[in-house]
Nanobody, 115 residues
Framework: QVQLVESGGGLVQPGGSLRLSCAAS????????MAWYRQAPGKQRELVAA???????NYVDSVKGRFTISRDNDKNTVYLQMNSLKFEDTAVYYC?????????WGQGTQVTVSS
């Protein structure tokens, strides 16, 4: 089993920044892709950004140029730097890790963009 614990969510004004962190523990050997998803009220969960163990990244179009995903393999941690936040970025953000074909999820952290 892999345990994922997210942190860094909160309330921020439009145009502001937040940095999310997700620390993996447990059976971490063999974790490959890690990613951030988000789910807004009444909407489906969507992939925001993903990163391979080697550092290749991809982003949903709506966050390109504003969000940056990174990971520290030594610390088993993945980050999501979110800049120029918009109202529509409000959601619960979930960390995801894939290990040997199985996906694991964190409990989620709330990000609210409001003036």
């Amino acid at each position: 089993q892999v345990q994922l614990v997210e942190s860094g969510g909160g309330l921020v004004q439009p145009g502001g920044s937040l940095r999310l962190s997700c620390a993996a523990s447990g059976s971490i050997f063999g974790i490959n892709d890690m990613a951030w998803y988000r789910q807004a009220p009444g909407k489906q969960r969507e992939l925001v950004a993903a990163i391979t163990r080697g550092g290749s990244t991809n982003y949903v179009d709506s966050v390109k140029g504003r969000f940056t995903i990174s990971r520290d393999n030594d610390k088993n941690t993945v980050y999501l730097q979110m800049n120029s936040l918009k109202f529509e970025d409000t959601a619960v953000y979930y960390c995801n890790a894939v290990r040997r074909g199985f996906g694991f999820w964190g409990q989620g952290t709330q990000v609210t963009v409001s003036s």
